[in-house]
T-cell receptor, first 116, second 111 residues
């Protein structure tokens, strides 16, 4: 009964490099959400995706950030030309399709990004 | 005013104490209420969710919702050191897939 999986768990990048964060949702889940968490702050929504569709990206910076959830494979959050302010924990969550599942999200262990 | 307010704490209690964690919210459209527990350097774990006013109990945990006051609570009975974590409330309106999270309250249960 695998839960939400994220990799890598820790990622170190130098300024200007690209960061790629991966998320595999729970089995049977087709909704994926990405959040960012900074120390002393709560979880901030970034983007909500279903297979091959971005449903809501209102929380994602317009530049340098992109996300996808292809038909096959994990969801990817990409950060181009990283800056120190991108250092944070990035969490992926998934939920089941349908009314009964939409209100419960299950989180992965997170990827901790450190930009040097 | 933030949509969801939660005191960050830390809240320090002795083992065995009853813990009360609270959130207030401003949007009356919120219908679903959740509590997550997050251990240090881990992902949030769903503890409880409810969609109605009143109480919901699960073992040592009780979630309480008062929609008229826009106030939700999580009670932990017989608290244990293993309960030491950050507790986040999350609230969702009926027409949305995106919950709004509180900042989280840090709980420390000391032996």
């Amino acid at each position: 009964n695998a839960g939400v999986m994220q990799n890598p768990r820790h990622l170190v990048r130098r300024r200007g490099q690209e960061a790629r964060l991966r998320c595999s949702p729970m089995k049977g889940h087709s909704h994926v959400y990405w959040y960012r968490q900074l120390p002393e702050e709560g979880l901030k929504f970034m983007v909500y995706l279903q297979k091959e569709n971005i449903i809501d990206e209102s929380g994602m910076p317009k530049e340098r950030f992109s996300a996808e959830f292809p038909k096959e494979g994990p969801s990817i959050l990409r950060i181009q030309q990283v800056v120190r302010g991108d250092s944070a924990a990035y969490f992926c969550a998934s939920s089941a399709a349908g009314t009964s599942g939409k209100e419960t999200q299950y989180f992965g262990p997170g990827t901790r990004l450190l930009v040097l | 005013q933030k949509e969801v307010e939660q005191d960050p704490g830390p809240l320090s209690v002795p083992e065995g104490a009853i813990v009360s964690l609270n959130c207030t919210y401003s949007n009356s459209a919120f219908q679903y209420f959740m509590w997550y527990r997050q251990y240090s350097r881990k992902g949030p774990e769903l503890l409880m969710y409810t969609y109605s006013s009143g109480n919901k109990e699960d073992g040592r945990f009780t979630a309480q919702v008062d929609k008229s006051s826009k106030y939700i609570s999580l009670f932990i009975r017989d608290s244990q050191p293993s309960d030491s974590a950050t507790y986040l409330c999350a609230i969702l309106s009926g027409g949305s897939y995106i919950p709004t999270f509180g900042r989280g309250t840090s709980l420390i249960v000391h032996p």
